[in-house]
T-cell receptor
Framework: DVKVTQSSRYLVKRTGEKVFLECVQD?????MFWYRQDPGLGLRLIYF???????EKGDIPEGYSVSREKKERFSLILESASTNQTSMYLC???????????FGSGTRLTVV | AQKITQTQPGMFVQEKEAVTLDCTYD???????LFWYKQPSSGEMIFLIY??????QNATEGRYSLNFQKARKSANLVISASQLGDSAMYFC????????????FGQGTELSVKP
């Protein structure tokens, strides 16, 4: 069964900490995406990547960075966590020849 | 810029009845794709149905159908014969351009099915 795996289901971090959210897919997908989900706002795109070492800003990149050193792994980095980054974070992947997208189960991050 | 709008934050439907969830979109692209996802309380995103911008027929998948009105830029989801297990958040999403590209999501509609 194909999968997108997010390393943590729940995470609690302190303000100012550097936070890494990891996402790994086992489908050899070229494209990977990071979203954050907030009530009433839906899913908003933070960053995405169409290839290894490639990254593009989404709609809300401020306060975030990403790393894609290997095809299967796409990391979201909060350089200095703030309380307004408390949210559900979802990773997804896709392949160019198909309309299918696979989502991870999400990481609920709380910044205190 | 592309945009997806879901104007119904919450909806109620009686079990076994049909329900329509609204979605309008805005794009200047000729080639795009429209998606509906279901998100139960467990948080997983479940793909329901897809409509390509060049597809002439409305997409159907079991009890789900997509009412695609291109000129009005709407892509409403119709769920027939609602079941209690249909209670969830529903998201409309759009992909511009190439397959596999970034998805833009609407705000979501929370559907509650009453017994």
């Amino acid at each position: 069964d194909v999968k997108v795996t997010q390393s943590s289901r729940y995470l609690v971090k302190r303000t100012g900490e550097k936070v890494f959210l990891e996402c790994v897919q086992d489908m050899d997908h070229e494209n990977m995406f990071w979203y954050r989900q907030d009530p009433g706002l839906g899913l908003r795109l933070i960053y995405f990547s169409y290839d290894v070492k490639m990254k593009e800003k989404g709609d809300i990149p401020e306060g975030y960075s990403v790393s894609r050193e290997k095809k299967e792994r796409f990391s979201l980095i909060l350089e200095s966590a703030s309380t307004n980054q408390t949210s559900m974070y979802l990773c997804a992947s896709s392949v160019g020849q198909s309309y299918g997208y696979t989502f991870g189960s999400g990481t609920r991050l709380t910044v205190v | 810029a592309q945009k997806i709008t879901q104007t119904q934050p919450g909806m109620f439907v009686q079990e076994k009845e049909a329900v329509t969830l609204d979605c309008t979109y805005d794009t200047s692209d000729q080639s795009y794709g429209l998606f509906w996802y279901k998100q139960p309380s467990s948080g997983e995103m479940i793909f329901l149905i897809y409509q390509g911008s060049y597809d002439e027929q409305n997409a159907t998948e079991g009890r789900y159908s997509l009412n695609f009105q291109k000129a009005r830029k709407s892509a409403n989801l119709v769920i027939s014969a609602s079941q209690l297990g249909d209670s969830a958040m529903y998201f409309c999403a759009m992909r511009e351009g190439n397959q596999g590209g970034k998805l833009i999501f609407g705000q979501g509609t929370e559907l509650s099915v009453k017994p």
